[in-house]
């Protein structure tokens, strides 16, 4: 049982961990300009739910698994996920606005956001794969 | 000054004119030249004198300029022309002619750059021209600079030099250097010092000595003056205007250039560029375009060039006139070249060798010398120079001490300085930087920094608690704009720069960019001077020689390439044509719009101005309106009238015919003119209140998609169906409150949507808003906002009620009518390397990092832009910005319009200080106001503005100012800052406590976005003046007309008394207050009433009477109407309680019911830095 909420969380960290990649590449894309602000936008913001749903899962399977470090290691990233994206001002196109995503420095936040990201879900997979492993010895 | 004739006199003439005078007036330059040239040249001398002895001359040619006034156009062409193509003439022609040889000289080259060239003024151009055809233009460089003289001449050339002989003869025979001669000796020997100093200085000196400041202002004065006055040192726009002033100007410009040269040369030893800049803005001013064309020699220039290097000028001064101006050729080469003896530097060398020679000699007393020489001229044409901080500027560099500098760090004590105010408004300082740098910078009106010396790091900006950020106005209408067809664009090969006058010649092959700082090659294209129509100096190209110019796009320019980058998803349109110019009206025709009464107005502007719509014989015009459904108007050539088809499936909008809605303008005229007159009876009758904004703009999107262009939409009330509805959001009883301001961002996205889609196909959308009731501007915007069109608010519009409304409305549809427009545009703002753009501000859609993308761009809109520094600046004395806006003109041509601007890179905090400009600090501290009370909220963004203050205070105390002293100590360069940030808090757009209404105040966020700073600074710090007291001190005399010139005055209730009338400018409105015991014959003089109550109540023009000062306070307003895009309205208020309040509320530094007075602001600013 164990080892099949690992195997899924590993799952599922590894889409998330694809998706800060994508999330990366696009940004600095943009960043070089290789494509324009609304491609990369609207590219974007397509994920930006499947994003928070994914993060959502895994604190959810933890939570329901009662890992109670993992839950807590998962909680903060998946309250920022859901609080960013409800604190999308009303007159923005998503939490990637192309009119101002060149603006105030956002690229730069947006890429450093999705860096720290990565790195986490990196973490992240290690402790599911250890976990998983050692669920799967266990049984 | 006498003989025209005489400049035209060509170097080789000067030369040995400059010899005689030497005789008498100066003896140490004249042998001392000849002599050390040689021994330290000995290979020219090997090489063959000829090509050295034309050089030689050519600097006392630049000198000679200045003295005579005008016609020296042609002359000095064909004295180029001479100089570099017929270094063998020049040989001949001596020996044919007898000259008198006053060079002592022992060197051979004292005899050849004799007579021949200044006598054959208009002749021998027509020889070159001859020549020039014989040979493709550049096939055969060698002809141009004559290498031969240098390596054993290859059969052609000598075959080319042959015929020169030939043709000599002709060239000969026009005698003319009789009167002129004389003169000549006392120009140009002052040019002797600058060059020495040239020699002299070594190449690391950038800045200027004290010497040469008085040139500078002495050029760029009148050189502003006469051709664009916009554009000038900053603010007198009369001047430029006048024609009287013209003269003068046109003498200072020449006689500038001289100077010029000089200082050049003493530059020269930094770089290249620097005087690539220097000449080129003289040039075309200094010379009266009318001399220019009249030359025949010139004209046939022109041909000739034409293949391969032309120039098209549509403005009136233009290139063409550019080419004109005398470009007295040679300029000193840099000094790689002196080391080089590259084959090129023929051209240059000759200056050289002199700068070289005399360098020894003279160049202990150069710069005195200058002294004397700039301050003559700066007397004689002293008289169109307005502008006092400038003068006073020049005095410091006369002085040699950097007193504008020391001025501005004057620490002032704002708790016990009262006025602060200048006599007149402020100007744009000045960065600190070389004459010549200056004299080409870019014009502060065009493109201005808030710090003009730019700090080296990011740590020492911080530490000044300035913003940094430029200001743009980049599509300003020019008076005079040098226009350049070439076929090939000189960029940088890896930022892609346009070359500029700030970049670095490493040799005549070779430049070094100068954001970037990579070694590029110069294209043989380049080599030719259309300007000087001579061949190897690049650096006297004009695009080198100013900050702005504009290129006639070749097709790499093209849409196609373009419009894939801007829009990815559309493979539809690649590579098309220039668009046609293509104006869509889109007009509200519900019961509301026809209370309001716009429709008969608009009909009978647009009627009026139907021929003005900028266009060519492509334009296309269509009309659009709605109110719950959608009408199109099919305006086919061939119907009998127009017919209108209407949609009333608002959900899902539809094209009812494809190519019929829109219409050639000239096919259909008749049919458009018939729609305008029945449009308004029309709809007279319409009950529908309801109005679908949304479809409406979704069914012009999809009208214009295909060409892309213009829409203007007018609006009257909230949008209430389809798509884009809205509800109200503005409570009216928060409209004074305290709290926060609620919606200000938009309630949702499909307008920004809908504007990008708009964007991408390159269509703007500009927006008219005339509504009593709330509208929710705040959303509707948007489609303006991203798709670079501008908005225009009318609150409380109604044609009889409001006639203030229906005026303005009225004047400014005609300037929106008929200005210029530019077209599927993209904006590009490059800048030194270490520097980068981190924010955005104004109406455009930012595609990429540094590329704005605006579908449509119009003369009225500025931008700008917040910049941080990334990287260290320390490499490097100067910091550029390049903004360059690639657009099609209204004739549907691609063309490019660079600006540069160059600023001094600066370690110390106190000269960051000191270059701080204030207006524009307030106006980019405004900016990012605007969107902070949209990010975030209201009471931040007052916060951060006061927070500024605060900061900016604390920082100098702390940091620069040692005096111990208490009380609130800033910078005299920012003495104004408080006022400005008060100011600021207490405009519409920020301000608490006081009744707004939403709509307003988002209208006054939206101009603090999109206004030129001057306009800005205008309605946020207003310019008060007294008038009935107005004396002629100081007046300025334009044409005929005297416009006195009143002191400003602070705007508080107690500088305004009530036996006085007052003058208040607002930018867009002026207000003339007349107090209750103001003298009766001001009134009845001015307004021709005979006392204070038979003013009627809503006056808004100045009769136009012959009295005296009648004529004096109109001259004062056109002067200050004078070049503003929009007319102003004129209000006179009277004294007395019901409009008394529209006046008063701009007196900015009295406490209002819900601010503080100035006095109190500086004590809160005081209270917090002690915090």
């Given amino acids: 049982m164990e080892a099949a909420v690992f195997i899924l969380s590993l799952v599922d960290c590894c889409a998330l961990i694809f998706l800060s990649v994508y999330f990366i590449i696009t940004l600095s894309d943009l960043e070089c300009d290789y494509i324009n602000a609304r491609a990369c936008c609207s590219k974007l913001n397509k994920w930006v739910i499947p994003e928070m749903v994914g993060q959502c899962l895994s604190t959810m399977l933890m939570l329901v698994s009662m890992h109670w470090f993992i839950f807590l290691l998962n909680l903060p990233v998946a309250v920022w996920d859901i609080y960013r994206y409800v604190k999308v001002p009303m007159g923005n196109m998503g939490v990637f606005d192309p009119t101002e995503i060149h603006n105030r420095g956002q690229l730069k936040s947006h890429m450093k956001e999705a860096m720290i990201k990565l790195g986490y879900h990196l973490l992240c997979f290690f402790i599911y794969l250890y976990s998983m492993i050692l669920a799967l010895i266990n049984d | ?1171």
Wanted: hydrophobic share 30%; aromatic share 8%; net charge negative.
């Fill in chain 2, 1 to 1171: 000054m006498s003989a025209p004739g005489f400049t035209n006199l060509s170097s080789s003439v000067n030369y040995n004119q400059n010899s005689t005078p030497n005789g008498g007036d100066a003896p140490p330059y004249q042998n001392g030249p000849a002599q050390t040239y040689q021994s330290m040249y000995p290979p020219t001398g090997c090489y063959g004198a000829p090509p050295q002895h034309q050089s030689y001359p050519t600097i006392p040619a630049h000198s000679t300029p200045a003295p005579s006034k005008a016609s020296m156009t042609n002359s000095v062409h064909s004295a180029n022309y001479y100089q570099s193509n017929h270094q063998q003439q020049q040989q001949q022609q001596q020996q044919q002619r007898p000259v008198p040889q006053h060079h002592v000289a022992p060197s051979p080259y004292s005899a050849p750059p004799s007579q021949p060239v200044p006598s054959s003024g208009p002749v021998p151009p027509h020889a070159q021209y001859n020549q020039q055809l014989q040979h493709p233009p550049y096939a055969t460089p060698g002809s141009y600079y004559g290498p031969q003289s240098y390596h054993p001449p290859p059969a052609q050339h000598t075959s080319q030099q042959q015929q020169q002989q030939q043709q000599q003869p002709t060239l000969v025979p026009a005698p003319a250097s009789g009167p002129g001669a004389p003169l000549h000796p006392i120009v140009s020997y002052p040019s002797a010092p600058g060059n020495s100093q040239y020699g002299t200085l070594s190449s690391s000196q950038n800045n200027t000595t004290p010497g040469v400041l008085p040139t500078q202002m002495g050029a760029p004065l009148h050189q502003y003056s006469t051709s664009r006055p916009a554009s000038t040192t900053a603010a007198q726009p009369g001047y430029g205007v006048a024609p009287p002033s013209q003269l003068v100007p046109t003498v200072n410009g020449q006689g500038s250039t001289v100077h010029q040269h000089y200082d050049r040369s003493c530059q020269s030893s930094l770089s290249y560029n620097t005087y690539s800049g220097a000449e080129a803005d003289q040039l075309p001013s200094g010379t009266p375009s009318t001399s220019v064309h009249s030359s025949p020699g010139h004209h046939q220039g022109g041909d000739t060039s034409s293949s391969s290097t032309g120039s098209a000028s549509p403005v009136p001064n233009s290139y063409d006139s550019l080419e004109g101006g005398n470009f007295p050729d040679s300029m000193p080469p840099s000094n790689d070249m002196t080391n080089q003896a590259a084959p090129y530097g023929s051209y240059g060398y000759p200056n050289m060798q002199q700068g070289y020679h005399q360098g020894p000699a003279s160049h202990a007393d150069s710069s005195p010398s200058h002294d004397p020489y700039g301050q003559s001229s700066y007397q004689q044409y002293s008289q169109p120079f307005p502008n006092l901080s400038q003068l006073s500027a020049a005095l410091g560099g006369l002085s040699g001490v950097p007193e504008l500098e020391v001025e501005a760090l004057t620490p002032i004590n704002l708790l016990q300085e009262r006025s602060l105010l200048p006599p007149r408004p402020l100007e744009a300082p000045e960065p600190n930087l070389s004459p010549e740098l200056k004299k080409v910078n870019c014009s502060p009106q065009t493109f201005r920094c808030t710090l003009t010396s730019i700090p080296q790091t990011q740590t020492l900006l911080n530490k000044a608690r300035l913003p940094l950020g430029l200001l743009l106005h980049p599509f300003r209408d020019l008076q005079q704009l040098p226009v350049i067809t070439s076929n090939t664009i000189v960029r940088c090969r890896s930022c892609r720069t346009y070359i500029n006058p700030f970049v670095t010649f490493l040799d005549q092959r070779r430049w070094k960019c100068n954001l970037c700082y990579r070694v590029n090659d110069v294209p043989d294209e380049f080599m030719y001077n259309p300007v000087t129509r001579s061949y190897g100096e690049p650096h006297k190209r004009p695009e080198v020689q100013n900050a702005t110019v504009e290129f006639i796009a070749s097709s790499d320019y093209m849409v196609g390439t373009k419009r894939l980058q801007v829009n990815d998803n559309s493979t539809t349109n690649q590579l098309r044509p220039p668009q046609p110019a293509a104006y869509l009206f889109v007009l509200d025709v519900s019961h509301n719009a026809v209370e309001s009464g716009y429709l008969k107005y608009f009909c009978d502007s647009l009627m009026e101005n139907l021929d003005k719509l900028p266009g060519d014989s492509r334009t296309r015009v269509g009309f659009l309106t709605f109110d719950n459904t959608i009408h199109f108007y099919n305006l086919q050539e061939g119907l009998s009238q127009p017919q209108m088809l209407v949609v009333s499936d608002i959900d899902d909008v539809f094209i009812p015919s494809n190519d019929s809605l829109m219409v050639n303008l000239k096919e259909s005229k008749e049919l458009v003119k018939d729609l305008l007159t029945s449009l308004p009876a029309m709809f007279s009758q319409s009950r529908e209140t309801q109005s679908a904004l949304g479809p409406a703009l979704q069914a012009a999107f999809k009208l214009m998609s295909p060409t892309g262009g213009r829409i203007t939409v007018f609006q009257t009330q909230l949008p209430t169906l389809g798509a884009g509805a809205l509800q109200s959001r503005e409570d009216p009883n928060q409209r004074s409150s305290n709290k926060g301001v609620q919606h200000l961002g938009p309630a949702t996205d499909f307008y920004k949507k809908l504007a990008l889609d708009c964007s991408g196909q390159q269509i703007g959308v500009d927006l008219f808003l005339l509504s009593s009731q709330y509208t929710d501007l705040a959303s509707i915007s948007c489609i303006s906002k991203y798709s670079a069109g501008s908005i225009f608010y009318y609150p409380s519009f109604h044609f009889i009620h409001n006639p203030a409304q229906l005026e303005k409305f009225q004047r400014d549809l005609d300037r929106y009518l008929s200005r210029k427009i530019g077209f599927e545009a993209v904006m590009r703002i490059r800048c030194t390397k270490g520097l980068s753009i981190h924010t955005f501000h104004g109406n455009f859609f930012v595609r990429s990092t540094d590329l704005l993308s605006l579908a449509n761009v119009n003369p009225d809109s500025a931008f700008a832009v917040q910049m941080s520094i990334e990287d260290s600046l320390a490499d490097s004395s100067l910091a550029c910005f390049q903004a360059a806006l690639l657009y099609t003109s209204s004739k549907g041509k691609r063309r490019i319009r660079v600006h540069t601007l160059c600023l001094p890179v600066v370690n110390q905090l106190s000269d960051v200080y000191a270059g701080a400009d204030v207006q524009a600090i307030t106006c980019l501290l405004a900016n990012m106001a605007i969107d902070r009370s949209i990010t975030s909220s209201l009471s931040d963004a007052r916060d951060a503005l006061v927070n500024a203050v605060v900061d900016f205070a604390s920082a100098y105390k702390s940091n620069v100012s040692n005096l111990q002293q208490s009380g609130l100590v800033v910078p005299a360069a920012m003495c104004l800052f408080p006022i400005y940030i008060l100011a600021l808090l207490k405009q519409k757009a920020l301000r608490t406590g006081t009744s707004t209404r939403l709509d307003e105040r988002v209208f006054a966020m939206c101009e603090f976005k999109t206004q030129p700073l001057e306009q800005l600074m205008r309605m946020v710090h207003p310019d008060l003046y007294r008038l009935d007291n107005m004396s002629d001190q100081g007046a300025l005399h334009l044409n005929d007309t005297v416009v006195p010139q009143p002191h400003l005055l602070h705007l508080s209730a107690e500088n305004i008394s009530r036996d006085g009338a007052f003058l208040l400018d607002c930018g867009y409105v002026f207000y003339l207050w007349i107090g209750k015991c103001c003298n009766d014959m001001f009134i009845r003089d001015v307004l021709g009433c005979t006392n204070f109550a038979s003013i009627p109540p809503n006056m808004s023009h100045i009769p136009e009477l012959e009295t005296p000062l009648s004529q004096r306070v109109r001259a004062l307003l056109d002067w200050l109407q004078d070049n503003r895009a929009f007319s102003s309205m004129m209000h006179v208020i009277k004294d007395d309680a019901s409009t008394k309040v529209t006046f008063f509320q701009h007196m900015v530094e009295d406490r209002s019911e819900s601010a503080s007075s100035y006095h109190e602001f500086l004590q809160q600013v005081q209270q917090q830095m002690s915090k």
